[in-house]
């Protein structure tokens, strides 16, 4: 069993996004090829959104497969999951440090990811199809 504490800075975050991820591994039932056992928001606080998730690893992880992991979390949090490709890799080919993605490792196996800023581009709940840069949401309004 793998544990990951998950928690996303507000106010870049929403419960909304928080709730994105929740129901869309919920739904597939996996996390990176690995059953999922449970997920949920665990604490909302003012500062931070807090996520638990359990999964079972059944084969060894790459740093480079646990990086994208962490990556396809922030992809999940913009609604990106069903984005053209080509707005897939403009996230995925960016490093942890680009995003703003930190973790803590501990000795049980448990870790800590925390996301400080939201995915650079986001699609909006109600309209999947009309993707905008980040920016473009504070500008607008």
């Known amino acids: 069993m793998t544990l990951w504490h998950l928690m996303f800075n507000k106010p ?46 059944t084969i060894g992880l790459t740093q480079d497969t646990f990086e994208n992991m962490l990556k396809y979390l922030l992809v999940l949090s913009g609604r990106l999951d069903t984005a053209p490709l080509s707005v897939y890799f403009s996230i995925m080919q960016k490093s942890l440090d680009e995003l703003q993605i930190t973790y803590q490792r501990y000795e049980d196996h448990s870790l800590d990811v925390f996301f400080w800023q939201s995915p650079p581009i986001v699609a909006p709940a109600e309209d999947k199809e009309r993707l905008r840069f980040r920016e473009d949401e504070k500008n607008n309004g």
């Not at 928080?18 to 449970?38: R, W």
């Not at 604490?43 to 998730?53: A, C, G, K, S």
Request: proline share 2%; aromatic share 14%; no cysteine.
């Open 12 to 57: 870049a975050f929403t419960k909304g996004q928080a709730k994105h991820i929740v129901y869309t591994l919920q739904d597939a039932g996996s996390f990176g090829g690995f059953p999922l056992d449970k997920i949920g928001i665990v604490r909302d606080t003012e500062e931070l959104l807090y996520l638990d998730m359990q999964f079972r690893v």
